[in-house]
């Protein structure tokens, strides 16, 4: 059994950042793909980025545009999200997931998800 748990999400200004993060904890005796996707009012979850077991290669989608950066310690099995540049467009509920095999950015691909944490950018 795998327990993902994110955090770092609040309320900030159009053009601040945030940095999320995700402990992983459970039964997982290596490290797994992770992603990060979000949510908005009234739309589907949508993939944000992710990266692979030894955190040496990633990937985002075209709207990052070069604003965010994902990482992961697996030292401290955590995986962040670090936000910069922030719009009003990046308010949403921002999830991490882990996924066995070759997960790649439909959120079928993976099996294992956080609750949540509240991304507010205000302009």
């Known amino acids: 059994q795998v327990q993902l748990a994110e955090s770092g999400g609040g309320s900030v200004q159009a053009g601040g950042s945030l940095r999320l993060s995700c402990v992983v904890s459970g039964s997982t005796f290596a490290p797994l793909p992770m992603a990060w996707f979000r949510q908005s009012l009234g739309k589907d979850r949508e993939f944000v980025a992710r990266?692979?077991?030894?955190?040496?290669?990633?990937y985002y989608s075209d709207f990052v545009n070069g604003r965010f950066t994902i990482s992961r310690d697996n030292r401290k099995k955590t995986v962040y999200l670090e936000m910069n540049s922030l719009k009003s467009e990046d308010t949403a509920i921002y999830y991490c997931a882990a996924g066995t095999g070759a997960p790649d950015r439909s959120p079928n691909d993976y099996q294992y998800w956080g609750q949540g944490t509240q991304v507010t950018v205000s302009s």
């Open positions: 990266i692979n077991r030894s955190g040496n290669l990633q």
